[in-house]
């Protein structure tokens, strides 16, 4: 069962985005608590930009500073169309994003459900750590391993029979 589990999760994370069009995002911040909270994921899909509306939970580069994905409800519309002008908002701040969003991109990222605590597997996954597992760890060990096994002395095979 736990082998089902495991390979039916691979598939929906390798396999699942590019045949069904979403993607995951590791939650971070506690800006959407109640709604989700950091260590959840978030599972979004694409959607013409022309269709937002108020209410709706999208993910969108912010206008300003490092231009990061946020993930926030629009709680206003100042322009519709091809490329709309929002205003986002977390659910657990007080106030409204200091900015105007204009959504450039013809398609925008929408919150379609919220998957708890599987932001914190996918943050592990992409973290150094793993990282410099995976990369110098495992391929340092798996040779040394190898080594030992070349240079080892080798037992003599008693010959059947032999006493």
Same mark, same amino acid.
């Given at each position: 069962?736990?082998?089902?589990?495991?390979?039916?999760?691979?598939?929906?994370?390798?396999?699942?985005?590019?045949?069904?069009?979403?993607?995951?995002?590791?939650?971070?911040?506690?800006?959407?608590? =109640?709604?989700?909270? =950091?260590?959840?994921?978030?599972?979004?899909?694409?959607?013409?930009?022309?269709?937002?509306?108020?209410?709706? +939970?999208?993910?969108?580069?912010?206008?300003?500073?490092?231009?990061?994905?946020?993930?926030?409800?629009?709680?206003?519309?100042?322009?519709?169309?091809?490329? =709309?002008?929002?205003?986002?908002?977390?659910?657990?701040?007080?106030?409204?994003?200091?900015?105007?969003?204009?959504?450039?991109? =013809?398609?925008?990222?929408?919150?379609?459900?919220?998957?708890?605590?599987?932001?914190? +597997?996918?943050?592990?996954?992409?973290?150094?750590?793993?990282?410099?597992?995976?990369?110098?760890?495992?391929?340092?060990?798996?040779?040394?391993?190898?080594?030992?096994?070349?240079?080892?002395?080798?037992?003599?095979?008693?010959?059947?029979?032999?006493?």
């Amino acid at each position: 069962m736990i082998l089902f589990l495991t390979v039916a999760f691979l598939a929906a994370v390798a396999a699942g985005p590019h045949l069904l069009g979403y993607e995951t995002e590791a939650v971070l911040s506690g800006s959407m608590v =109640p709604t989700f909270s =950091p260590g959840d994921a978030v599972l979004v899909t694409s959607e013409p930009a022309s269709a937002v509306r108020v209410g709706q +939970i999208i993910s969108y580069h912010i206008p300003i500073g490092d231009h990061h994905v946020e993930t926030h409800r629009i709680v206003k519309i100042i322009s519709a169309g091809a490329h =709309p002008v929002v205003v986002t908002k977390g659910d657990a701040n007080s106030a409204a994003d200091p900015w105007q969003a204009k959504l450039i991109a =013809p398609r925008i990222w929408h919150v379609r459900t919220v998957l708890p605590h599987v932001g914190t +597997i996918v943050h592990v996954m992409r973290g150094r750590l793993l990282h410099l597992l995976t990369t110098l760890v495992a391929p340092m060990t798996i040779v040394a391993l190898l080594l030992v096994r070349i240079w080892a002395p080798r037992r003599e095979a008693v010959p059947s029979g032999a006493t």
